[in-house]
């Protein structure tokens, strides 16, 4: 009776022992196919001078000029991204906003800064200055950036800056508004803490803050059109959705850090990333 019960209990143990072992195993496994299938949707990252540069060419093609080149990097050391994308009304997708020279020319868009005043000028004249913007090629803009680049906090990946630190140490100190007096929004006290955020997926270790985002953005920015304001309502909140332009990775891919900086989401992820 005795003996058996120890052989039981025993058996018992080791079932245990193995069931629990497989299980890590079999999670572990899946994890791992899981991190290896979202690694492989992620372009590796370009060279840094081209992260969040934009050719733009819809109109500029027809009328048989150079492209124009729109470097983020240098545009947002001196402003937030609110100043264009709320108070000058551009839009957060390539060729959306339909930019056209006799707009700009009448002050709208780049030609609210684009003056002869605060920046070079849109204007034709004996000054004129096209091919500031309608750039045969890069190669003084990539000299530009690495003169621009040194000295500012490095980051692996994107333009190879961390821009939060640099926010964070004053290494950048973007104008907040331009030309309105906007009545300081405030950040509501219940978004001052970050807030984790979740699926079903075992690795939702994601925590979003509000407030780093903040010093940045408006709430319109990304409510309601990115993401639903009811926590957890936004919904399939996968990386196979954030990568292709959805969610975080409206930002996350093109201007700010990109989804290869996996540790910067991921507090707890062991330090993988993309090259
Ligand atoms: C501050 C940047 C900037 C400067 C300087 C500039 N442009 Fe443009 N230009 C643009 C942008 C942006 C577009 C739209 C690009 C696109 O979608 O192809 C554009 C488009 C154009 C187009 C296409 C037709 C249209 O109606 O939009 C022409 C032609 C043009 N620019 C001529 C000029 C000339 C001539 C000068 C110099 C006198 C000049 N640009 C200076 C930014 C600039
Ligand atoms: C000086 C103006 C300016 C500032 C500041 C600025 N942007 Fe942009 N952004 C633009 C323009 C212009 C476009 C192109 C819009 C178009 O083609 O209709 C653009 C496009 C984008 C796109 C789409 C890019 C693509 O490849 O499809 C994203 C995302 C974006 N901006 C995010 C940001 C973020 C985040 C910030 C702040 C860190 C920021 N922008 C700051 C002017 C600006
Ligand atoms: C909110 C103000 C603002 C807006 C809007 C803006 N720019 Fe600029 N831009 C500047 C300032 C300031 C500079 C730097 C001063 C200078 O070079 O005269 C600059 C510099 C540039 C440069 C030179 C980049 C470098 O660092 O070498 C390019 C190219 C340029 N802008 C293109 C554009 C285009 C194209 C648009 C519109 C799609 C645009 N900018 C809209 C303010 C602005
Ligand atoms: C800009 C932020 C951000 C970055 C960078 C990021 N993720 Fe995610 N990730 C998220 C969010 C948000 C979720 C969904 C919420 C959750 O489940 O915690 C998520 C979920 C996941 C999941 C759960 C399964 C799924 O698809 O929902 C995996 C696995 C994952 N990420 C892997 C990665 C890997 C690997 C990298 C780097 C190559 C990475 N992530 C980079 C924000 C990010
Ligand atoms: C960079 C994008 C971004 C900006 C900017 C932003 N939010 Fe959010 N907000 C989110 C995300 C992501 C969630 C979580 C959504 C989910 O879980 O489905 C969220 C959730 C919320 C919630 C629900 C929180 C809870 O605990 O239930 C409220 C309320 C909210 N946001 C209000 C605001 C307000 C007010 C502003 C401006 C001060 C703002 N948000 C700016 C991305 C943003
Ligand atoms: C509308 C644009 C936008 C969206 C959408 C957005 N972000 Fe960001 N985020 C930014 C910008 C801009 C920064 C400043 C740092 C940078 O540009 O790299 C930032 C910074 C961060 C940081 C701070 C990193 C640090 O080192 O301090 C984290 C973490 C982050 N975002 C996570 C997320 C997550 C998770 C989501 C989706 C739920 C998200 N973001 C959606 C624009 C955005």
Redesign the pocket.
């Known amino acids: 009776m005795k003996i058996r019960l120890r052989v039981n209990s025993r058996a018992v143990a080791l079932l245990l022992a193995a069931t629990v072992f497989l299980c890590g195993c079999i999670s572990h496994a899946a994890d791992r196919a899981e991190l290896a299938n979202v690694i492989k949707t992620i372009p590796p990252n370009g060279p840094f001078w081209k992260y969040g540069t934009l050719e733009m060419r819809r109109k500029t093609k027809k009328a048989g000029m150079s492209p124009?080149?729109?470097?983020h990097w240098?545009?947002r050391a001196?402003?937030t991204c609110r100043?264009?994308h709320e108070e000058?009304g551009i839009s957060m997708r390539l060729g959306d906003t339909g930019?056209s020279r006799s707009q700009y020319v009448a002050g709208k868009?780049?030609g609210?800064?684009?003056d002869g005043v605060?920046?070079?000028t849109v204007q034709d004249g004996p000054a004129r200055q096209c091919d500031?913007?309608h750039m045969k090629d890069t190669l003084a803009?990539e000299k530009?950036f690495e003169a621009f680049a040194e000295g500012l906090p490095f980051a692996r990946f994107g333009n190879g800056i961390d821009w939060a630190e640099a926010l964070r140490s004053g290494a950048v100190r973007p104008q907040n508004a331009?030309t309105v007096k906007k009545s300081i929004q405030q950040l509501p006290e219940k978004l001052a803490s970050p807030m984790k955020l979740g699926t079903a997926a075992a690795r939702s270790d994601v925590m979003f803050s509000h407030e780093e985002h903040f010093s940045e953005l408006d709430c319109s920015a990304c409510h309601p059109d990115i993401f639903n304001i009811k926590k957890k309502g936004t919904k399939a909140f996968t990386m196979e959705n954030n990568i292709f332009g959805n969610y975080c990775g409206v930002c996350h891919m093109l201007v700010a850090f990109p989804m290869n900086d996996c540790k910067r989401c991921h507090s707890q992820m062991s330090g993988n990333a993309v090259p």
């Open positions: 124009v080149v729109f470097p240098s545009h001196r402003y100043v264009c000058l930019i868009y780049c609210a800064c684009h605060t920046a070079f500031k913007c803009l530009r331009l």
